[in-house]
């Protein structure tokens, strides 16, 4: 199963520098990077973050550091974080309220690192740069209730953000306007310093984030690239593709030929196996898909030294 998950991750998301063999990835998933302030990272955080490695099986790394924002002038700021940490096959940039405390808005095309627009297009290159495949997402900023200048402050740096995402195609999470806190409602979901959340607070927009996340894997996957492998690509070719009963293959056109064949959904579960599906050279062959969901899958075929993924869609 957990070779399974990993093929399903790295084609999912990534180039070829992300598919390693079975027996070296037998332990991967899809690695996830979270990047921010305290919000980000503090312990109560977990209730949401567990909820998006329970739902979508990725694995998610917590690389935010208390006081950082966007802006050069908050300490331990994000492009800094970006620059230290690893590689991750999606960077999640999720927004504090440092920058408002300490930096202006900035341009939507600002090269100011001083300002929050600035540092927050120079995360965005920084990522790039790092991994140019990789799938960036953004979740704007919390509400904060502890001084008024603040949360009076806090629209026009959530609009910036929004603005930045705009103009580099990056998807956003307007949590300020969905996450439902205001100054009536706010005490349950916060801690005494009315900045940062309690683990009700985190239970409270876990699921909406989650959803964001899965939505845009999905997009993600659906325009990606998959590698064909050239010999099981030649011998391999799917009929009907939306599938409605069975998943029909083409006579081959060659010698008749042995392979290992998955379907896999898009949480990475294992929905069929055989390891001895035989391609034949002129009569077509059919895998039953009549008892599966609608929705989109990957079919999997390996032989000892190839691998090769299609994506199909059940209708």
């Avoid at 990522?127 to 009076?152: H, W």
């Avoid at 009700?200 to 659906?222: L, P, S, T, V």
């Avoid at 998955?262 to 390891?275: C, P, R, V, W």
Wanted: with cysteine.
């Amino acid at each position: 199963m957990k070779q399974v998950k990993f093929i399903f991750a790295a084609f999912l998301l990534l180039s070829t520098s992300f598919i390693y063999s079975c027996e070296q990835a037998k332990n991967s998933f899809l690695k996830v990077g979270v990047f921010g302030g305290s919000v980000s990272v503090y312990t109560e955080s977990e209730t949401a973050k567990n909820v998006w490695r329970d739902s979508l099986n990725i694995t998610v790394e917590s690389c935010g550091v208390s006081g950082g924002g966007f802006s050069s002038l908050t300490t331990n700021n994000v492009p800094m974080q970006i620059r230290q940490a690893k590689t991750f096959d999606i960077y999640i940039l999720w927004c504090s309220t440092n920058d408002v405390a300490t930096s202006t808005v900035g341009e939507v095309n600002s090269d100011d690192l001083s300002t929050q627009n600035g540092g927050l297009r120079k995360s965005i290159e920084l990522i790039k740069q790092k991994n140019d495949k990789a799938l960036i997402l953004l979740f704007t900023s919390l509400p904060r209730f502890d001084q008024d200048i603040y949360y009076n402050r806090m629209q026009s740096f959530v609009d910036g953000q929004i603005a930045v995402c705009q103009a580099n195609q990056i998807p956003y999470l307007d949590q300020w306007s969905l996450c439902g806190f205001d100054k009536n409602n706010f005490t349950p979901y916060y801690l005494d310093d009315k900045t940062h959340l309690t683990n009700a607070g985190y239970a409270h927009i876990a699921q909406m984030q989650m959803e964001f996340i899965r939505e845009n894997i999905e997009k993600y996957w659906d325009t990606s690239a998959i590698i064909d492998t050239p010999v099981v690509a030649s011998c391999l070719k799917i009929q009907y593709n939306p599938v409605t009963d069975n998943l029909v293959f083409e006579p081959n056109g060659a010698n008749t030929q042995t392979i290992g064949v998955q379907i896999i959904d898009i949480a990475g579960q294992l929905i069929f196996s055989m390891n001895d599906f035989v391609l034949q050279r002129t009569v077509a062959r059919t895998i039953s898909v009549n008892g599966i969901a609608k929705g989109i899958y990957l079919l999997v075929a390996q032989t000892e030294e190839e691998r090769l993924v299609k994506k199909f869609m059940k209708k």
